[in-house]
C-alpha cells in the first residue's frame, strides 16, 4: 500500500480562488476568538508566513503541499499491540575504592539499595579512602516500567561496635544509567552528600562502574583504571551534560484538589458498606501519595468524598538536576483493609524542564493545571490486573479522574532572578507552615489525616538508609478558575461499521458507549447533570456566534445546537441505540451489524477549561513530525533499493521541514505576543512555546546545514543520519505535558456489561479551524479494534472491528462537524431532537461490489506446532462477509494460490468516495489444530483496490503486507485484493476466474508475478549439534531444501558420531521463479532423520526469507602480472609513477612500519603509496630513513630521568616474559583508545582489513619507530637499554567472531528449531535443535548456458563450491589458553566464588578443579591446554567456568562455545593468529609451524595466484611490491632472510586484490559467558586464545607460558625520627598546660594485622616529638600491575587463603596516647608509594597542602629511598608533621641485610634524646611532681615556704608569747 497522499498540513499549495477560502477561514477564526481567546491572530501570521514563503522561489520545486481530503485516517496494519511483559534485568555494580570521605578515622563500608535488595561491601579500618574492589550483582524480573523507576544507592556507612551512621550517599535511577552509552557508566565518581543536612556538602567520593542490561543486551567490560593521578571532579557519575557541582533545590508539589473519581472503591468491604449506607454517598477516602527519587510524601486523606479539596504542597529536598527521570503521583483510597490505588500518573522531568544555558533554560515547572488518571474500568469489579492498571503498569482502560496541581522547583544556593521570584511564591507557605506548628497540625479533612501523613513520615524514617519522608505543608488554594472560563465541547460520533463481533457476545444486543471523562458514562453518570455548565450568557454567546458567522466557505446546514432556554442544559446521546448483530456470510465466528442504511450517531457534550491552545500546538507540531517522518522514510527507502532519486526527494522533505518549521515560529511568536499578558496561560505554557519555538529554529539550522554540506561531503547515508535524528528531537516536543481534555473511550456494551474497548487521544480528534492544528482523527472515519479490558492472551483478542466518524470540538465550532462526512450521506432530521446534532444518518445510495481476494502465499510465519511448523489458513474478513482459505499442512511458508470471492457485498455511499477509499479488509493467519481451537498467528489491515464499472479492467498487482502477532512480527503476506463493481445488468463484464476441482479458484495467470529459470546451487557441508528427538539421538539425517514447490535432497550421513559431514558435497536445483526480486518465495531448510524399516521423523527446520543474500556474483578475475588499476576499494594511484594522491582514509598501506629487528630500522613501502590523510607527503625513501635515524637518535637520548625509572620499575625482571608483552598491548590499547585517531577508524570499518598495520605506526607516531626493536633473544641488549619497544599483540574486547563475521565467509551456519514458538523468555534455545552447515548460490538461466548445464555438471563446474576444502576427516592440535575471567557472578552465600576452568571437545573433557582460585570474582588462570582432535566430529570447543564447593556439586557459572571447524577453514586463518614481529625465540618465538615466507606461498597457491617473487629487500606478490629490509647481521655475517619482511606481507594480505582478507592477528579476545538457567543474560567474561594446528603439517613450536606472574617479595623500612607541631590535646589539671602524648602508628593497606606503633613520646608540650623508631614491613607486589597481593583467610573457618590485590598505600597516623579512656586521633597521611609528594627538606617548609598540589611526585620503587617531612591531616586541617625516612629492598636483599623493628638489633638505632618532661606521670609520681609543678613555681614554692616558715615562726611566737611573758611575770 503506498503512502497516502500527504496529510493536510499548510493551506498552501490552494491556489487561485481556493486562496480567498483562507481569508473566509480567517474571519471565522478571529470571530470565535470573541469567545476562546485563543486562536485569533497566531493563525492568521501563521498562514501569512505560509504565503510569503510559497512566492519565494525554489523552496517547494517538487511539490506543492494540496491538503489531500482524505475521509479515512491512515492505514495501520498492526492492529493490537501485546502488553509490555515482565522481563529479566540485572544491575551489576563494582565498588572501587572511596575518597576524601568526611570523618576522623572512620570504619567505612558502602551499602548497596538497589529497589528494596540490599548488599554491604566488607568493612575497612581506620581510613577515609577505603579501597574495596568488589562486585554485586542485583537480578530483577519485573515490568521495564516499573524496573526503570528502582533508585539505585550508595550509602558509605560508618561501622561502630553497635551502630553505625552513614557518612553520605548518593542516588541514582535505573533509567538514567539505562540512558548512557552502553547503558553503564564505567569508573566514574559518585558524590555523596547528606540528605538530611543540606549546607554540609560533599561528604567523600566513591569510584564505581554501574551496567544495567536487560536480556540480550551485550556487556561491553570498561578498562578498568585505578590511577593515583586522577581527576575527580573531570569524572564525575553523571550523565553527559550535567553540570559537574550540582546545588540543593526544593521540589514543590502542591495538590489543589480532585475530580470524577470513582465514587465507591473496588475493595471487598466496600459492597458490603454500600449494602448498609446505599448507593448515593461516595465511599472512598481519598489522599495523594506522591513519590520523588526514594522519597515519598502524602497528603492528609478526605473522608468520604468523590471530589477532594487538599490544598497541601509536598515539598523534597533533591540535588538539582536530579538522576532521576520520573515522578510519580498516586491518588489512594484509605481503606480499613488496606489502601488501593485508584490511579497513578507520572512526570517525566524532562519534558518539563528544558536543560539548556543562558535564558532557553528552565527548570521543571508545571500548571497549575489538571492531570488525567486512567486505570482499571471503574464499575468496582475486583479483577488480578485492576490493581496494575490502577499503579501505572500497562494501558488504562477508563478514565479515573483528575487532579489539579502545581510543581514548581527553587534552587537553594542564591540564584538568578528567575529563582527568585519562586522564593517570594514560596515565603507565605513558610508562614503558614510556621503558624500551623509545622503543617501537619491542622491537614484537610481532620486530625487523623493529619496523624496519618506524620506517620507515615515516620514509618518511613525508621531505618538511615530509607527514604526521607518529605515535608507537608498546607498551600492557598489557586484563585478558582470562574464558569466562565469553562467551555462546552461536543463530541459527535457516527458509527459505519461494526463486524468481527464475537460470536460469544453477539446473542445480545449490543451497543457502543463513547465517552469523555466521565461525560458520556452510562454506567456511572456523572454527579451534576453535566459538569458545571456554562452560565446562561457565555453559552448564549457561544451557540449564537457560529449561526451569523456561517460564511459562503461553510456547509449551509441549520445550526446544529439549538437557542434553548437558559435552565435546561443541552442533552448527550452517548450510546447507540442496542442492535442484534447478524452473522458474518461465510463464517460462524463472527457477526457484523447491518448498518448500510442508516448510521447511528451519538453526540456527548461536556464542560472542560478552554485550553485547547494546547493541543493546537501539539497537532502543529504532529503534523510537521507526521510529514517529515514520511518524507525521510520513503526517502530511506529509495535509498535502501539504492535508487538515485533518494538524495534529492531528502533534500526536498528537508526544505519542505524549514519552510513547516518557520510558519510554526512565527505562529508561536505571534501567540507570546498576543497572550503575554493573560493570567490563564501557566508558566510551562509560555516556556514551552518558546522552547518549541527555539528548538525549531536550530532544527531549521540543522536541517540547512545537512543540504548545504551534503554538496561538499558526505552521502544519503549521512544526510538520513541527521533527518533521522531530527525526527526524533520533534517528536519529543510533540508530547504536551499539561493535560487539558481526558482521552475519549469507546465501549461495547453487550446486555450493559462492558466487553471491549478502544481509547482515543482527545487531541487527535480536536477540531481547529486552521488545518494544520487540526487533529489526524478529526472529521475522518477511523477503524477501531476493540479489545477486552486487562490482561491480553496471546491469540487475537479483538472482540470488534468498528468503523466511526469521529468529530470533537467546543460547541462553538459545532457547525463544522459534518463537513468531512463522505459525499451520499444526510442527516436524519424529524423527530424530538431534530435541533440537535443528529441520531443518525441516512445513506441513500448502495452499490454491489464483489471482492476478490488473490491469496497467493506468505512467508516466515510463526511456527504454532510441536514439529516447529505450522498448518497455516488464511481468512479474510470485509464488512459482511468473510472467507477462509484452504489449509496447507506443515510450512511457514505456504502458498495457497487461491482466490477468495466474496460476491454481492454492499456499500452504501458515494461511488467516488468508495473508489478513493475503500473500506478496509482484515486478513488474519491461523494455525489449523485437529482437536483444539485454531491458533491466531497473526493479522494485517490491507485496502483493496477498486474497480468501478465504467472504468477499463486491470489487473491488480501482488504486495507483501506485514503480519504482526501482538507487537511481534508475524510474517508477511503477499496478496492483491480488488473491489469490481457488480452491474446487474452487465454481470458478463466480470473478468473470468479459473477454476480447479473442489470449487477453488486460483490465483489467475494475470496477477500471479511473471517466472523465469533460476538455477538454486546448494553446498552440504555437514550437521553440527543436533539433540535428541524424541528421545532417541539422531543418526542417519538427510536435509531437504524446499524452495518454490521443488525440493533438493541432500546425500543421507550414514553415520552422524562418526562423520557428521555429508557423503557428496554438492546438489543443484533449477526452479520456478518470480522475476521481481522482491517476490521470490522463502527458502525452507527441512531435516529429517531415517529410522529403522524406513521410517522417517522431523529433527527440525529453518527459513530463509530472503534469497538476495545467495544472488552470485561471479569474482574479480584474478590480476595478470602487468600493472593494472586497483580495485575500488584502495585510493592508490594505477601505476608506480603516478603521483600519490591523499587518501580519504588512512590505510594500512598509507603509513609506513618500522619493524623491530636489530639497531637499524628498515622499512615497508608499497611502491606508489598515497600517505596518510594525517601525516605530511612523505619525503623519499633515503631521507625517510635519515629522519627515522635521527628521531630514533634523540629518543634514544631524549629523558634519563625516565630512563632511570625504567630501569628501576623493571629491575625486578630482568627477563621479558608474555606478561611483559600482554601489560605493554595494554597499554598501547589504552594510549589507542583515547587517541584522536579512534573515530576516523570506526568511520572507516569497511576498510578494517587496511588498518591492522596502520594504527601501530600511527599511534606509535614516527619516535616510535625506533623504540620498536627488539633482538633475536629474549634478553635485553645492553646497549639498546630500556628503551626497548615490546612485541604487543591485539586485544578485542568481544568475540573473535564479533570481528571476523562469525567466520562465515567460506559456509553460513543455519540453526534448525522445533517446537512451538512463543514470546516466553529462553524459548528460542530450547527449540534449537541442532544446525546445518551449508551454502546457497542463486542466478538465473539464460538460453545459452542451460545448454552448458546439461552439457556438463561434472561437481567441478558447480560455481557454488568454487575455493570450498574437501570436507573429509582432519586431524588437528588444540591449544587453548585461558588468560583471566572478569565480573564473574557470585556463586557463594557470601558474595564470593572459587572458580575453575572445564574444557569439554566432543567426548574429551579437562577438568582443572585442583587449580582453583579462591574467593575471586576477577581470577587470573594462566592456564594452557592441549588435546587432539577430529575435525569435524569434535568442533565444538566450551569453555566452562565452575565454582568449586566442599560440600554438594560444583555450580555452573557460565559457559562459551566455540566452532573450531568455521575457524580452521576461513580465508581469514583464526587457526593461529599472526605475531606482529619475528622471533626465533624467547617471550614473541613463533609458534606456527610454517614460518611467514612458507605461510606466504602456501596462501598464494590456495588463492591460485603465482608464486612469491622474493628478491633481495623486496618480494613481489600478485604484482604487488613490498619494499623492506631482508639482510641481517648473524654472527658478524650478513644473512638474507624474507621472514620479517613476509610477515609485514601478511599483516596486508587485505590490500592483495581480489582474494585479500585481513588475516587474523595474535590476539587475546574476550567471550562472554552465559547460564542456561538464565539466557541471553550475561554472566562475565573469559579472556583467551585458541590454536588451532593440523597434524599433517609440520609440528608447531612450543606452547606459550602463560601461568601468572608470582608476586615478588620486598621489604619496606621505615625509620620515624621526629614529629613537630604536633596538635596539643590535653591540658594539666593543675596548670592548664597543653600537651600530648605523642605516638605514631604506620601500616600498608590491606596488611591491618601487621599494624606498627612508636613508643610514646610524654608530655610533648610544643608538639614535637623524638622516636628513632624503625617500622618494618614485608609484603608481595605485582610491578607490571603495580599492586600489593595481599593473601589471608578471611576468617577462622576458611579453608583457603584468599587473594587481594590492593594499592600500594601506607597509612601513618599520629595519636594521643591516654592511660584510663580510649586514645585521641590527632591525624593521618596517607602516601601512595607509586607517587607520593617529596618530603620537605625542613618542618618549617612541611604545609598542608603538599598533599593536594601538583608538587613532583616520587615513586619509592624507583628511588629506592626518600627522607623529608609530611604533614599529618585531620579532617583537611594541618595536625603536625613527621619526619621518617624509607627504605625499600627485594626480600633478597632484605635477607642479606637484615635490621631489627624498633630499636633491636640488628643496626639497632640510637635512643632519642627526649626531654627531661617525657615520661608517664602514672608511673613516677615524683618525677613528675618535680617537672609539673617545681620547674614552673620554684620561686612561688620558695617564697611560700619562707612565708610559711615565718607564719609558723610568728604564730608560734604569739602562741607561745602570752604564757612566756606570764612566766616571766610570776617568775620575774
Not at 555523596?192 to 567490560?221: E, H, M, Q, R
Not at 513520615?457 to 507537608?472: F, L, R
Request: hydrophobic letters at 35%; a neutral charge; aromatic letters at 8%.
Amino acid at each position: 500500500m503506498e503512502p497516502k497522499l500527504r496529510k493536510a498540513k499548510l493551506m498552501l499549495g490552494l491556489k487561485g480562488k481556493k486562496k480567498k477560502k483562507v481569508n473566509t477561514d480567517l474571519v471565522l477564526a478571529n470571530k470565535g476568538a470573541v469567545d476562546s481567546g485563543v486562536e485569533g491572530p497566531p493563525e492568521a501570521s501563521a498562514l501569512q508566513q505560509g504565503q510569503n514563503w510559497e512566492d519565494q522561489p525554489g523552496t517547494s520545486a517538487v511539490r506543492t503541499r494540496i491538503i489531500p481530503n482524505n475521509k479515512r485516517a491512515k492505514l495501520k496494519t498492526c492492529i493490537q499491540k501485546s502488553e509490555g511483559k515482565p522481563r529479566s534485568f540485572q544491575v551489576c555494580i563494582n565498588i572501587t575504592e572511596a575518597r576524601q570521605l568526611v570523618g576522623e578515622n572512620i570504619d567505612p563500608s558502602v551499602l548497596l539499595e538497589v529497589g528494596d535488595e540490599k548488599k554491604q561491601t566488607s568493612v575497612k579500618e581506620g581510613t577515609n579512602a577505603p579501597f574495596y574492589n568488589e562486585y554485586f550483582v542485583f537480578e530483577f524480573f519485573a515490568y521495564k516500567e516499573v524496573f526503570f523507576d528502582k533508585v539505585i544507592k550508595l550509602t558509605v556507612m560508618h561501622s561502630k561496635m553497635l551502630r553505625s551512621f552513614s557518612v553520605g550517599s548518593f542516588k541514582v535511577d535505573v533509567s538514567t544509567v539505562y540512558r548512557q552509552p552502553g547503558h553503564q557508566f564505567t569508573n566514574k565518581w559518585a558524590v555523596l552528600t547528606n540528605p538530611g543536612d543540606i549546607s554540609t556538602g560533599v561528604k567523600g567520593y566513591v569510584k564505581c562502574d554501574i551496567s544495567v542490561s536487560a536480556k540480550g543486551d551485550a556487556v561491553k567490560p570498561g578498562p578498568k583504571a585505578s590511577d593515583a593521578e586522577e581527576q575527580i571532579d573531570k569524572n564525575l557519575l553523571v550523565p553527559e551534560g550535567f553540570p559537574s557541582e550540582r546545588p540543593w533545590a526544593r521540589f514543590f508539589v502542591k495538590v489543589y484538589r480532585a475530580e470524577g473519581l470513582p465514587r465507591n472503591n473496588s475493595s471487598i468491604m466496600a459492597n458490603v458498606t454500600k449494602a448498609f449506607i446505599g448507593d448515593n454517598t461516595a465511599l472512598i477516602d481519598p489522599y495523594v501519595e506522591v513519590s520523588f527519587f526514594k522519597q515519598v510524601g502524602r497528603t492528609s486523606t478526605q473522608k468520604s468524598t468523590a471530589e477532594p479539596a487538599w490544598n497541601e504542597q509536598i515539598v523534597f529536598t533533591e540535588m538539582f538536576p536530579p538522576l532521576c527521570q520520573r515522578l510519580k503521583i498516586q491518588v489512594w483510597d484509605e481503606g480499613s483493609m488496606g489502601d488501593v490505588a485508584i490511579g497513578t500518573h507520572y512526570f517525566d522531568l524532562k519534558r518539563i524542564s528544558n536543560e539548556q544555558d543562558g535564558d532557553r533554560g528552565f527548570l521543571p515547572t508545571f500548571g497549575p493545571a489538571w492531570i488525567n488518571l486512567y486505570g482499571s474500568a471503574r464499575n468496582g469489579s475486583m479483577g488480578d490486573d485492576t490493581v496494575e492498571l490502577n499503579e501505572g503498569i500497562g494501558e488504562g482502560v477508563s478514565f479515573r479522574g483528575r487532579v489539579y496541581m502545581e510543581l514548581a522547583v527553587e534552587i537553594l544556593s542564591g540564584g538568578s532572578g528567575s529563582e527568585s521570584k519562586l522564593s517570594r511564591a514560596v515565603k507565605p507557605l513558610k508562614d503558614a507552615k510556621a503558624g500551623k506548628g509545622g503543617g501537619t497540625g491542622g491537614g484537610g479533612g481532620g486530625g487523623g489525616g493529619a496523624g496519618a501523613a506524620a506517620g507515615g513520615a515516620v514509618a518511613a524514617d525508621d531505618d538511615k538508609g530509607k527514604a526521607v519522608a518529605a515535608e507537608v505543608l498546607p498551600v492557598d488554594s489557586p484563585p478558582v478558575l470562574d464558569a466562565d472560563n469553562n467551555e462546552t465541547f461536543l463530541l459527535f460520533g457516527a458509527l459505519f461499521e461494526a463486524t468481527m463481533i464475537d460470536r460469544k457476545i453477539g446473542d445480545k444486543p449490543i451497543s457502543f458507549e463513547f465517552s469523555v471523562g466521565n461525560c458520556g458514562n452510562v454506567l456511572e453518570p456523572p454527579e451534576k447533570n453535566a459538569p458545571r455548565p456554562p452560565s446562561p450568557a457565555v453559552r448564549r454567546r457561544a451557540l449564537d456566534v457560529p449561526v451569523g458567522a456561517v460564511t459562503p466557505g461553510a456547509s449551509p446546514a441549520s445550526p446544529l445546537l439549538p437557542r434553548e432556554p437558559p435552565d435546561a442544559p443541552p442533552t448527550s446521546r452517548s450510546t447507540t441505540p442496542p442492535q442484534r448483530p447478524l452473522i458474518v456470510e461465510g463464517n460462524k465466528y463472527y457477526m457484523h451489524l447491518p448498518l448500510e442504511k442508516q448510521k447511528p450517531c451519538v453526540s456527548v457534550l461536556s464542560s472542560w477549561e478552554n485550553r485547547a491552545y494546547r493541543l493546537h500546538t501539539s497537532n502543529m507540531l504532529d503534523n510537521i513530525a507526521v510529514l517529515f517522518e514520511e518524507g525521510v522514510a520513503s526517502a530511506a527507502e529509495l535509498h535502501r533499493k539504492s535508487e538515485p532519486g533518494a538524495e534529492h526527494l531528502l533534500e526536498t522533505v528537508l526544505r519542505e521541514f524549514c519552510a513547516d518549521a518557520r510558519s510554526f515560529v512565527a505562529a508561536a511568536e505571534a501567540k507570546l505576543k498576543a497572550e503575554g499578558k493573560s493570567s490563564y496561560l501557566t508558566q510551562l505554557d509560555r516556556k514551552r512555546l518558546t522552547l518549541c519555538k527555539q528548538e525549531l529554529e536550530s532544527m531549521i539550522g540543522e536541517a540547512q546545514f545537512v543540504v548545504e554540506r551534503k554538496r561538499k561531503a558526505g552521502g544519503v547515508k549521512e544526510m538520513l543520519q541527521h533527518a533521522t535524528k531530527l525526527t526524533l528531537k520533534i517528536r519529543f516536543l510533540v508530547e504536551e505535558p499539561q493535560h487539558t481534555v481526558p482521552d475519549v473511550f469507546v465501549w461495547l456494551l453487550s446486555n450493559n456489561k462492558r466487553v471491549a474497548y478502544a481509547r482515543l487521544r482527545a487531541r487527535d480528534l480536536l477540531y481547529s479551524s486552521s488545518r494544520e492544528a487540526r487533529g489526524i482523527h478529526c472529521g475522518k472515519i477511523v477503524t477501531l479494534f476493540l479489545k477486552p479490558p486487562g490482561k491480553r492472551v496471546a491469540d487475537l483478542s479483538v472482540q470488534a472491528k468498528v468503523d466511526v466518524y469521529l468529530w470533537y470540538g467546543p460547541s462553538a465550532d459545532s457547525v463544522h462537524m459534518l463537513d468531512d462526512l463522505p459525499e451520499g450521506l444526510s442527516a436524519a432530521t424529524g423527530g424530538a431532537a431534530a435541533s440537535g446534532p443528529p441520531a443518525a444518518l441516512l445513506c441513500a445510495e448502495q452499490h454491489t461490489f464483489q471482492l476478490r481476494c488473490h491469496m497467493y502465499q506468505a512467508r516466515g510465519l510463526i511456527a504454532a506446532d510441536a514439529s516447529g511448523l505450522s498448518d497455516p489458513f488464511a481468512r479474510v474478513t470485509c464488512l459482511s462477509h468473510s472467507q477462509t482459505t484452504n489449509v496447507i499442512s506443515q510450512t511457514l511458508s505456504p502458498t495457497w494460490n487461491q482466490c477468495l470471492l466474496m460476491s454481492r457485498l454492499l456499500l452504501s455511499g458515494d461511488l467516488q468516495h468508495i473508489w478513493k477509499e475503500p473500506p478496509r479488509v482484515l486478513v488474519e493467519v491461523y494455525d489449523d489444530d485437529a482437536l483444539s481451537k485454531a491458533e491466531y498467528l497473526g493479522a494485517t489491515v490491507v485496502v483493496p483496490e477498486v474497480r468501478l464499472a465504467s472504468d477499463p479492467y486491470a489487473p491488480p498487482t501482488l504486495q507483501y503486507s506485514p503480519l504482526h502477532c501482538g507487537s511481534q512480527p508475524g510474517g508477511d503476506l503477499l496478496a492483491a485484493f480488488e473491489l469490481l463493481q457488480v452491474h446487474e445488468s452487465t454481470h458478463q463484464s466480470l473478468p473470468p476466474l479459473e477454476k480447479q476441482e473442489g470449487g477453488i479458484y486460483t490465483v489467475p495467470a494475470n496477477i500471479r508475478p511473471v517466472l523465469s529459470t533460476f538455477r538454486l546451487e546448494v553446498l552440504f557441508w555437514g550437521m553440527r549439534e543436533l539433540k535428541k528427538v524424541q528421545l532417541l539421538s539422531v543418526d542417519r539425517p538427510q536435509v531437504f531444501i524446499e524452495c518454490a514447490g521443488k525440493i533438493l535432497r541432500s546425500s543421507v550421513i550414514q553415520k552422524y558420531k562418526s562423520n557428521p559431514n555429508f557423503p557428496t558435497l554438492v546438489g543443484a536445483i533449477e526452479l520456478e521463479l518470480p522475476e521481481n526480486e522482491h517476490l521470490h518465495p522463502p527458502l525452507s531448510i527441512t531435516v529429517v532423520d531415517w529410522r529403522a524399516f524406513g521410517r522417517s521423523t522431523l529433527v527440525g527446520n529453518h527459513v530463509i526469507n530472503n534469497l538476495k543474500a545467495f544472488k552470485y556474483t561471479p569474482p574479480p578475475a584474478l590480476p595478470a602480472p602487468a600493472p593494472t588499476p586497483p580495485p575500488p576499494k584502495r585510493t592508490e594511484p594505477p601505476g608506480p609513477s603516478a603521483p600519490p594522491e591523499p587518501g580519504l582514509y588512512p590505510s594500512a598501506g598509507d603509513t609506513t612500519v618500522t619493524a623491530p629487528l636489530t639497531n637499524q630500522d628498515f622499512l615497508i613501502t608499497v611502491e606508489g603509496e598515497a600517505p596518510p590523510a594525517t601525516a605530511p607527503p612523505p619525503p623519499p625513501e633515503e631521507d625517510l630513513k635519515k629522519t627515522r635515524g635521527g628521531a630514533a637518535k634523540s629518543t634514544r637520548g631524549r629523558s634519563t630521568k625516565r630512563k632511570k625509572r625504567t630501569i628501576a620499575d623493571e629491575s625486578a625482571e630482568c627477563v621479558i616474559d608474555w606478561w611483559s608483552k600482554y601489560y605493554a598491548s595494554r597499554e598501547k590499547q589504552a594510549k589507542q583508545d583515547g587517541s584522536p585517531f579512534t573515530e576516523v577508524f570506526d568511520k572507516a570499518l569497511p576498510y578494517q582489513g587496511l588498518l591492522s598495520d596502520g594504527i601501530d605506526s600511527l599511534v606509535g607516531g614516527v619516535s616510535d619507530g625506533d623504540k620498536k626493536k627488539q633482538k633475536g633473544k629474549g634478553t635485553l641488549d645492553p646497549n639498546l637499554g630500556p628503551a626497548t619497544k615490546l612485541a604487543t599483540l591485539k586485544l578485542y574486547n568481544k568475540e573473535l567472531e564479533a570481528e571476523f563475521g562469525s567466520f562465515n565467509d567460506w559456509v553460513n551456519t543455519y540453526e534448525l528449531f522445533r517446537g512451538k514458538a512463543n514470546e516466553e523468555e529462553g524459548a528460542t534455545e530450547e527449540r534449537l535443535v541442532g544446525k546445518f552447515k551449508g551454502r546457497f548460490c542463486l542466478y538465473k538461466l539464460n538460453e545459452d548456458n542451460a545448454q552448458d548445464w546439461d552439457g556438463d555438471t561434472d561437481a567441478g563446474d558447480f560455481r557454488v563450491s568454487r575455493g570450498i576444502p574437501p570436507n573429509g576427516l582432519v586431524q588437528v592440535l588444540i591449544r587453548v589458553y585461558i588468560v583471566s575471567a572478569s565480573n564473574l557472578h557470585p556463586a557463594d552465600p557470601d558474595g564470593k566464588a572459587d572458580p575453575y576452568i572445564v574444557l569439554r571437545l566432543g567426548k574429551n573433557e579437562i577438568k582443572d578443579r585442583d587449580n582453583y582460585i579462591p574467593k575471586q570474582l576477577n581470577p587470573v588462570f594462566g592456564r594452557s591446554f592441549e588435546m587432539q582432535a577430529t575435525l569435524p566430529r569434535e568442533s565444538l570447543l566450551s569453555v566452562v567456568v565452575y565454582d568449586y564447593d566442599l560440600v554438594g556439586g560444583d555450580d555452573l557459572m557460565g559457559e562459551t562455545r566455540i566452532d573450531l571447524e568455521n575457524r580452521f577453514y576461513s580465508r581469514h586463518r583464526a587457526t593461529c593468529g599472526l605475531p606482529t614481529e619475528y622471533s626465533l625465540d624467547g617471550y614473541n618465538a613463533w609458534r606456527d609451524g610454517l614460518k611467514p615466507s612458507e605461510l606466504l606461498s602456501k596462501l598464494c597457491r590456495d588463492h591460485g595466484l603465482e608464486e612469491p617473487l622474493f628478491r633481495p629487500g623486496r618480494i613481489s606478490v600478485a604484482d604487488k611490491v613490498f619494499v623492506g629490509k631482508t639482510c641481517f647481521m648473524h654472527e658478524d655475517e650478513p644473512l638474507e632472510s624474507y621472514e620479517h619482511l613476509s610477515l609485514k606481507v601478511l599483516h596486508r594480505w587485505a590490500e592483495i586484490p581480489a582474494v585479500g582478507c585481513k588475516l587474523v592477528p595474535e590476539h587475546i579476545e574476550t567471550r562472554t559467558l552465559f547460564h542456561k538457567d538464565r539466557p541471553g543474560m550475561d554472566q562475565g567474561q573469559v579472556q583467551m586464545w585458541v590454536d588451532i594446528f593440523p597434524m599433517d603439517l609440520p609440528p608447531p613450536g612450543p606452547a606459550v607460558d602463560i601461568s601468572p606472574r608470582k608476586p615478588k617479595g620486598y621489604e619496606l623500612r621505615i625509620i620515624i625520627w621526629n614529629t613537630e607541631d604536633v596538635i596539643l590535646e590535653d591540658s594539666s589539671f593543675l596548670t592548664g598546660q597543653q600537651s600530648s602524648d605523642i605516638y605514631i602508628k604506620g601500616w600498608l593497606k590491606g596488611l591491618e594485622d601487621d599494624r606498627q606503633e612508636t613508643d610514646v613520646h610524654y608530655n610533648s608540650l610544643t608538639g614535637e616529638g623524638n622516636f628513632n623508631w624503625r617500622f618494618v614491613f614485608p609484603f608481595s607486589y605485582l610491578p607490571a600491575e603495580k599492586v600489593i597481593v595481599v593473601s589471608k583467610k578471611e576468617h577462622i573457618f576458611s579453608l583457603d587463603k584468599s587473594e587481594q590485590k590492593l594499592p600500594a598505600i601506607l597509612s601513618l597516623q599520629v595519636w594521643d596516647f591516654e592511660t584510663l579512656s580510649s586514645d585521641d586521633f590527632l591525624g593521618t597521611v596517607e602516601l601512595d608509594l607509586h607517587g607520593f609528594p617529596r618530603g620537605a627538606k625542613t618542618a618549617k617548609l612541611c604545609k598542608a597542602d603538599m598533599l593536594t598540589d601538583g608538587t613532583e611526585r616520587i615513586s619509592i620503587f624507583q628511588q629506592k629511598r626518600a627522607r623529608g617531612w609530611w604533614p599529618f591531616a585531620k579532617s583537611g586541617e594541618l595536625t603536625g608533621k613527621v619526619e621518617a625516612e624509607f627504605h625499600l629492598l627485594i626480600a633478597e636483599e632484605a635477607e642479606k641485610n637484615p635490621v631489627g623493628r624498633a630499636r633491636k638489633e640488628p643496626e639497632p638505632l640510637p635512643k632519642p634524646n627526649r626531654p627531661d618532661t617525657s615520661f608517664s606521670w602514672f608511673v613516677n609520681p615524683f618525677k613528675c611532681f618535680f617537672h609539673l609543678v617545681w620547674r614552673s613555681y620554684k620561686k612561688y614554692i620558695i617564697i611560700a615556704l619562707v612565708l610559711l616558715i615565718s607564719v609558723l615562726f610568728l604564730a608560734l611566737l604569739f602562741y607561745t608569747l602570752p604564757g612566756a611573758i606570764s612566766q616571766k611575770i610570776v617568775n620575774g
